[in-house]
Nanobody, 117 residues
Framework: QVQLVESGGGLVQAGGSLKLSCVAS????????MGWFRQAPGNQRDMVAR???????TYGDSVKGRFTISGDTAKNTVSLEMNSLKPEDTAVYYC???????????WGQGTLVTVSS
């Protein structure tokens, strides 16, 4: 059983910054990579950023240059530094983890980020 817990969501004005954090509650499985996805009302869930076990990162086009993902898969943690936030960034942000072996992906419960104009 794997559980991911997100924190750090809240209300911020456009141009501001916010940091999200995610931690896995168990070390029973070995993480391959972790990432952040987001979903706004009426929209699909889109990939925001991902980081793998050797530190390679991937970002969605809309957040490149503004968001930075960091973490340590050995410690089962990941963070997302969000800068220069825009109202379009408003969404529920979900932590995701993929594992080695025959283990399903894990998803957090989501944390709401609201960016006011």
């Amino acid at each position: 059983q794997v559980q991911l817990v997100e924190s750090g969501g809240g209300l911020v004005q456009a141009g501001g910054s916010l940091k999200l954090s995610c931690v896995a509650s168990t070390s029973s499985f070995t993480i391959y990579d972790m990432g952040w996805f987001r979903q706004a009302p009426g929209n699909q869930r889109d990939m925001v950023a991902r980081i793998d076990g050797v530190g390679s990162t991937t970002y969605g086009d809309s957040v490149k240059g503004r968001f930075t993902i960091s973490g340590d898969t050995a410690k089962n943690t990941v963070s997302l530094e969000m800068n220069s936030l825009k109202p379009e960034d408003t969404a529920v942000y979900y932590c995701n983890a993929r594992y080695y072996g025959n283990v399903p992906d894990a998803w957090g419960q989501g944390t709401l980020v609201t960016v006011s104009s």
